[in-house]
């Protein structure tokens, strides 16, 4: 079963590419630029076939894909490649460039990229990424509203017997506690609270604010319990209890003084709404953009769990390999088949949504960095024109491919350290 689950997530992350890769391609052709190759994966090629103009094939090293475009960078001052230079980084752009043309046939002329206009090839560079972020809405969507989630409800699971507060991290009463608000109204295990104070509740958030603005209030709970609706009394105590952020999420060591009923919440597999999944999204793109922003900071405490002693906390960044272990373990876990299809769909979900954001990012060879260049070239034709200037004719982006080499020297690097990571001190979920 594990090692189902890895070949599964294997099938969704070449699916993935290919479905990133074909919104280059369609939009491409949609343009007339030649696309000469569109491949999935990288190194030998393992299977090809040529449909038309286009090379379509697998290659051996599924972490990644490409589409071959004709003429992504502008030609030199000889109008097709400038003069070799000793210098490295004069070779580096001028490999590119020659690279661009390599394939060049007759007729090409007025098919390549670099004479498309800007917003062209924003379009072009942008549908890779877009594709991802389709296909990760689509399958959160799938999860959130066909399965459903697991998260806290309004059914009772247990009943402190008396008021502690949260920072004493105990869990035994003593004679000097008073007795909790729920244990003195009778509240017991399995009542589903259905209204409180008078407000109907429908899931344990909206519950737990209720009572959390109600310190020092008699309120009356309406509870099923067998089959029957009783209404109880409950006098809401005021305690300290764990501090929440601006989306109802526990903040860890912070505590407020609120009201306090004295039960904890049974969790439950949920389905959501269409509007509740449109707001849980918008949670966890949030959550991706601060995780992208905070991976910097990440990589000391990543270095030290491959090469040290130090822990693999379950937020560190992870790789492909450690993606693939945690389709394993979700194969291997005991619990319904719909909730293992539902995890190992979140999975794939999540992978695109990564993809999508680290594809925007504004720098050479990512997508992001292509749209950057062509938003450039776009603001300083248009701004010339206003002037009544000359056209300073399309930006070269080949100029900056030092930088690109910079960029995936140093992302070959951090994938490098955190595949070390994945294989010798995985993220585990169970």
């Known amino acids: ?124 560079m942008f549908a890779g990424p877009f594709m991802n972020l389709i296909l990760a809405v689509a399958l959160f969507l799938t999860v959130l509203m066909g399965f459903g989630i697991a998260q806290q409800t309004t059914t009772v699971s247990t009943v402190s017997q008396c008021v502690i507060a949260q920072s004493e991290k105990r869990d035994d009463c003593t004679a000097a506690d008073a007795a909790s608000p729920a244990a003195a109204a009778g509240l017991k295990a399995g009542d589903k609270i259905v209204s409180f104070d008078g407000v109907r509740t429908t899931d344990w958030d909206r519950l737990s604010d209720l009572i959390r603005s109600h ?59 269409f509007g509740d999944s449109v707001t849980w999204m918008g949670d966890r793109i949030g959550d991706a953009v601060d995780s992208l922003a905070a991976l910097p900071g990440k990589v000391p405490a990543l270095w030290d769990a491959a090469f040290g002693d130090g822990p693999r906390d379950a937020d560190s960044p992870m790789g492909v390999v450690g993606a693939a272990r945690v389709g394993g373990e979700i194969a291997t876990l005991d619990i319904p088949p719909t909730q293992q299809l539902a995890m190992f769909v979140m999975l794939v979900a999540g992978f695109n949504l990564s993809l999508f954001l680290f594809n925007m990012l504004p720098l050479l060879p990512l997508d992001g960095g292509h749209i950057a260049g062509a938003l ?39 994938t490098l350290l955190v595949l070390v990571a994945d294989v010798v001190n995985p993220v585990r979920i169970t």
Request: charged residues 20%.
């Open 376 to 414: 450039w070239e776009s603001l300083r034709r248009n701004t010339a024109r206003l002037l009544r200037r000359p056209d300073p004719g399309p930006f070269d982006v080949a100029k900056l491919m030092p930088v690109a080499y910079v960029v995936a020297g140093v992302f070959i690097c951090f």
């Open 1 to 124: 079963m594990f090692i189902l689950g890895i070949v599964l997530f294997a099938f969704g992350l070449l699916f993935s590419i290919a479905w990133h890769e074909l919104g280059h391609l369609s939009t491409a052709k949609l343009f007339g630029i030649r696309v000469p190759q569109y491949m999935v994966g990288f190194g030998p090629t393992l299977f090809s076939r040529r449909r038309g103009e286009t090379e379509y094939g697998v290659k051996a090293i599924p972490f990644g894909g490409y589409i071959r475009m004709i003429g992504m960078f502008p030609p030199g001052a000889d109008g097709r490649l400038e003069a070799r230079s000793t210098s490295p980084w004069r070779g580096m752009i001028e490999d590119a460039r020659s690279a661009a043309f390599e394939e060049l046939q007759p007729g090409d002329e007025k098919r390549l990229f670099y004479t498309r206009k800007p917003w062209k090839r924003v379009i072009v």
């Open 215 to 273: 310190p020092g209030q008699s309120v009356p709970l309406v509870v099923e319990r067998d089959g029957r609706t009783l209404t109880l009394h409950a006098d809401i105590a005021t305690n300290q209890v764990a501090k929440k952020d601006s989306h109802g999420r526990i903040v860890e060591g912070q505590y407020v003084n609120a009201g306090f009923l004295g039960f904890s919440a049974a969790t439950g597999v949920v389905k959501q709404d």
